[in-house]
């Protein structure tokens, strides 16, 4: 086993509906609301800008739903919804759940001394407000950090793979995903990797070569 494991979230730890369905219809209706009661907090008018600009019009909420519709990883659009999911998680409106193979997993490496790092399109404050209100309690204590495409890079380029192992010190690494074009990234920047095939999600049948696959964590 490597020194770290850093894993993607959805389709690998999590099933790809409680993003596209639970997450994105919890955050849908109050990503208008939210932005005119915060408009006055810096990351909130930052994101706005960003969406502005990406979209070339001034309709924001608008730019915000076609881009969910469309699953694009825009930026912006995952600062938001992870703000609005972390109050979510905190409320008890929204608990994270995971496949019956990953609590255990995870426990289990972070037992043997294997650092674990998560790597994931959606933000890191969203990401930590998952792994904090989950079905199995808090999880935030088995990892030791935490990755998006702000602070490392898109996933599918080896750059964002290169960035990351330089913050974690070590070139010992394993990605987990379940998206072979992620996994080839991973793999141009010398990392280890390994395909996810969940049965049932997006690319549970896809050609993982020439990445070990497996269909459960152990």
Do not use: C
């Amino acid at each position: 086993m490597s020194k770290w494991v850093v894993l993607d979230i959805e389709g690998t730890l999590s099933a790809t509906d409680q993003v596209l369905v639970v997450l994105y219809d919890y955050a849908r209706p109050r990503l208008g609301p939210w932005i005119s009661e915060h408009g006055d907090d810096p990351v909130v008018a930052d994101a706005v800008k960003q969406i502005k600009e990406l979209s070339g019009h001034d309709d924001v909420v608008k730019a915000l739903h076609d881009w969910m519709d469309a699953d694009q990883k825009v930026t912006p659009l995952k600062t938001l919804q992870g703000l609005i999911w972390q109050q979510g998680y905190a409320q008890g409106d929204l608990v994270a759940e995971f496949f019956p193979d990953v609590v255990p997993a995870l426990r289990k490496w972070h037992d043997d001394g294997v650092k674990l790092a998560i790597f994931s399109s959606g933000s890191v404050a969203g990401q930590i407000a998952f792994f904090k209100h989950t079905t199995d309690g808090d999880l935030t204590p088995l990892l030791e950090h935490h990755f998006d495409t702000v602070n490392a890079g898109p996933k599918r380029e080896a750059a964002s793979y290169h960035k990351i192992a330089e913050v974690l010190q070590s070139d010992d690494i394993t990605f987990y995903s379940d998206v072979p074009a992620e996994l080839h990234a991973a793999q141009e920047a010398g990392w280890k990797t390994v395909g996810v095939a969940r049965a049932g999600e997006p690319y549970g049948n896809a050609d993982f070569t020439p990445h070990p696959t497996v269909w459960e964590l152990s």
